[in-house]
Structure formats: structure tokens, C-alpha cells
């Protein structure tokens, strides 16, 4: 229904038959089904008839508020009531003249007996060329009568503010939207394609029942601002109000327990730190929000609210006073990492940067000077790649903006070890064997670095070459990466020759699998042969 929330039992009503007449629509028209459009037409009507006098009782009841009270907030209310009216009576007539107009369209009444039988009943080809324009121009009657229905509901969530009544004259794809054969129809199509006349005009019932409701709710909502109806409290809910929602180990926790209620009768007035609050008209709640800020580490606050509702029996209102106390602590930005202190130079840092005070409101947003930034796939998580000397790290959350400094340290040489075979090789006395086949030579990582950054810790020899020597002689040398094939060189080997091994060039592998050289210079390592 067209203004949201639960039905009546007679907006349930209107729905039901609805739903019968939009399945009577792809049923054969017969003589029967006629009859049930038309019974439809009229039970629809009746409903109308019956809620709007409803409504007229609530307009006289504010009549009789404001003639009591004399008050000019109640006069500018009643001035919008009666404009509801005004507004609704002036769309029925329209809708009355829309209902005439389709059977004048489809020809008449039989005999010219007004009432009687309609002469185009069956008819959807006269209809159709009136509502939706001859030969599918889409210039139709049904055209305006959406800008009607539309500006109708628009007219009044302007007069009435708080009740957002929703647009009831929709298209296929807005009620259908998985249904291939009804979502690409507008509005005129939808309700009066191939539609007989007879059913048109359960239809035009239809819609006028929908503006019944909205005015109703209208008119109510109206009543309810100045208290013209029947206070009843309705709603009955529990509260638990607890201390403190925040309890240290070995202190205890305590809530006070008890009933509250409001009233769908009225929308009770309410006021907190010397301003309006806007009301739910739903759930009779209203909502203080303020931004929180201090200078300092911790900073008491409080408050004042009142909250007023309408004497059951008249003569004005009763108001209901609160006071609040609530803490403001200067938010602290906390970064876990297993190197907070410095960041490495090009190197993923994973931090996890958390602002308690923020609480559940925390949903951060990070960039950086001296960095790039990468937001981590859950919250507060953040690599921070540095490419300067030093890092501000900037953390924001809604208002909320911090700033983090750190020092950045460049990564660490790696050590360069030596491998004869499967053995590490002893450079002061020499194993080298006229068998050996290779010789590795293995790059480690700096201990603590790794620890603090596995996946940035990946190094690997590209140039390194083997020389056999002897005196100023060089018999030999080989050349490769990481593992040097000796093959037979060391054959020519004598005692007293020594094994040299060059290392010009490291390469270092990144969390984002991309490598970088590392500079190391030339390193030598020699290698006696006993």
C-alpha cells in the first residue's frame, strides 16, 4: 500500500482485491467475470466511501482541539488538514471525470440509461486509443493520469513532512521486476492494455482507494502532532540501562531494568542540548546525536533533554525532563606490528592501526607522505611500503583524522655463505676435493628481518663465478647464479691452490613477488686446497 508500514484490516482488504482483479484480467472476459469486475468496482468504492468519512471525523477532531485551545500551532495544522482535503477531493474528482470520460470513450451507456449497462463492457480497442493514444503513440489519458497520481502524493508528503508517503502509480518494472513479460510496460500499459472497459474501471477504483489512504494517513499523522486523538500507550518495551557497558576484570557490572511504553497516537515533542529533535513517527523515538571533541585526554559532558506529550484531558502538555553525563577521551591511535618503530625502505610493513575510543564508529581510511598506502582486508589493517626516509602515516575515520610518524631503516645485507657440495665450506684450512662437483653460494638474511618481514626477506644470487688459481696464475674459472657446476677444473687442482669466488650481483624478492638488486658490491671469497 502506498503509505508503508502494517495495514489495516481494510487496506488489507483492498489489496486482496486487487490481487483478484489483476487474475481476473487473464481470464476470458465472460458475462461472469463482468460481474465480478463490477462487484469489485463497487467494494472498492464502498471502502473508499467509509475511510473517507473516518478521515473527516479526524479533521473535525482537530477542528474541535483548535477551538478549545485557541492555539496558533493547532490553527496551522488545521489549515493543512483541510488543505489534505482539498488536495484529495480535488484528485477523486478527477478520478470520477477519468472514470466518465473511458466509458463515454468505449461508447456509453446502453440506451443512454446512466448506471445501467455499459455498451463498451468488453471493449479494449476504443479504451485503449483514449488511454493510451491511437496506434501506440503513448499520448493517453493514462499518461496524465500518472502525472496526477504522482503530483497527488507529492502535494501531500508537502503539506505533511513526517509522512513520506510512497508513489503508488508504478510501472511493470517497478512491480515486476523479474517478470519478462510484465517489467518493460510503463504505467499506462500496464493497468489498460488489452484491458476491457468494464475492468478499467475496477482499476480507476483501485486508485481512488489508494488516495483514500493517503489522505487518511495524512490526516492522522496531523492529529497526532498536536495531540487531537485518544492517548493510548500502545507500545510496551523493555530497557535495560546498564552503568557502564565498559567493566574492568574484578568490578562489577549493574543495569537497572524496566518498562517503558509510547503511543502510536500521538508524536510526543521532544528537545535536547536547546534544540528540536525529529521524531520516528513509528516508534515515538527521537535521536541526539552531537559531535564529541576535547583537547584534552578525558573530558566530562552532559546534557539536557524534555520530553513533552499531550494532556489526556486537555489543557496542555505534560513535559518529562532528562539529564546525561557521558565522557569525551582524546582518540589514541594504537599500531601493532612487529616493527613499529622503523619501517623498512620498499618493504610491505603490515601494520594494525586501531583507535579504541572510536569504538564500533571506527572505519578508517589511510594514505601516507613517504609512502604508499595498501588497506589490509580487514579493519585497521594497512601495509605501508616506504620509498623515503620518514613516514606520516594519516588515519581517518568519519571526523576523526590522526597522524603517525615513523623513522624508516634500510633492509639489512643479506650474509653470503659458501657451499662445497652438501657442506659448508671451511675458508681457513680448506675441503675441497678434486671430486666435488658444485659449489653454491647462498645469500641469508639479516635474522631479526626476516622475522619482522618473511615475505620481503627473499634474496638470490644472479652473478657469481668460480676461479682456480695458483700463485698469480689463473688456470680456470666458471660463471652461473647460485650454484657454480665445477666440472672438471678442480682436476688440474695441486695443493696450495686456492678457490676464488666472485660475487657481483643480488637480487632481492618483494611481497609483491617483484625483485630489486640489492647492492653488495663485489664480494670475494677464497677457498685453500690442502
Sequence with gaps: ???????????????????????????????????????????????????????????????????KDKNEKDMAVLEKAKKVKTLTAEMMGYMAQFDTDIINASGGWVDGKEGGELAGAKDYDMQMAWSLGKDGAKNGKAYELKEKLDAYVDGINGLVDSLDAKKFAKSGKELYPNDENQNTKDFAYLNFDHT????????????????????????????????????????VFAVALPNSRVVASGTKYSAELFIAASSNSVIPRMTAGGSSLKVDAESGRGLYEVTAR???????????????????????????????????????????SAAVAALYLNCGNDLNVQVPALGDAYSPSFSASGAKTIKGATRGMVTVVPNG????????????????????????????????????????????PSSLRTIRVKPVPDASFKAFLPKDARYKIK????????????????????????????????????????????????????????????????????
Excluded at 197 to 214: G, N
Excluded at 295 to 320: C, L, M, Q, V
Design 389 to 432: 626516509k620518514e613516514v606520516t602515516l594519516t588515519v581517518k575515520s568519519g571526523e576523526f583524522s590522526g597522524k603517525r610518524s615513523f623513522k624508516v631503516r634500510k633492509v639489512p645485507l643479506p650474509a653470503i655463505q659458501i657451499y662445497a657440495g652438501s657442506k659448508k665450506a671451511n675458508l681457513n684450512q680448506g675441503e675441497v
Design 294 to 336: 576535547t583537547s584534552k585526554a578525558r573530558e566530562k559532558r552532559s546534557w539536557k533533554g524534555t520530553i513533552s506529550i499531550p494532556n489526556p484531558s486537555g489543557g496542555g502538555d505534560t513535559t518529562f525532563t532528562v539529564e546525561e553525563e557521558y565522557e569525551v577521551v582524546a582518540p589514541v591511535i594504537q599500531v601493532q
Design 1 to 67: 500500500m502506498a503509505g508503508g508500514g502494517k495495514e489495516t484490516p481494510r487496506q488489507k482488504m483492498v489489496g486482496m482485491m486487487y490481487l483478484v482483479l489483476t487474475a481476473l484480467l487473464a481470464l476470458q472476459v465472460s458475462n461472469s467475470v463482468l460481474e465480478k469486475f463490477e462487484f469489485i468496482r463497487q467494494s472498492l468504492d464502498n471502502s473508499t466511501t467509509i475511510a473517507q468519512k473516518s478521515t473527516q471525523g479526524a479533521v473535525d477532531g482537530i477542528q474541535a482541539k483548535v477551538d
Design 196 to 235: 476491457p472497459t468494464v475492468a478499467c474501471r475496477a482499476i480507476i477504483a483501485q486508485f481512488k482507494s489508494e488516495i483514500a489512504s493517503v489522505e487518511t494517513k495524512a490526516v492522522e499523522r496531523l492529529a497526532q502532532e498536536i495531540g487531537a486523538t485518544k492517548l493510548k500507550f500502545d507500545k
Design 463 to 530: 652473478r657469481a663465478k668460480a676461479m682456480l688459481a695458483r700463485g698469480k696464475r689463473k688456470l680456470g674459472e666458471v660463471s652461473g647464479g647460485g650454484t657454480l657446476n665445477m666440472g672438471g677444473l678442480l682436476a688440474k687442482a695441486q695443493s696450495g691452490d686456492r678457490v676464488i669466488i666472485e660475487v657481483s650481483q643480488v637480487s632481492r624478492g618483494n611481497f609483491l613477488n617483484q625483485t630489486e638488486p640489492v647492492n653488495v658490491g663485489t664480494l670475494y671469497f677464497t677457498i685453500p686446497i690442502q
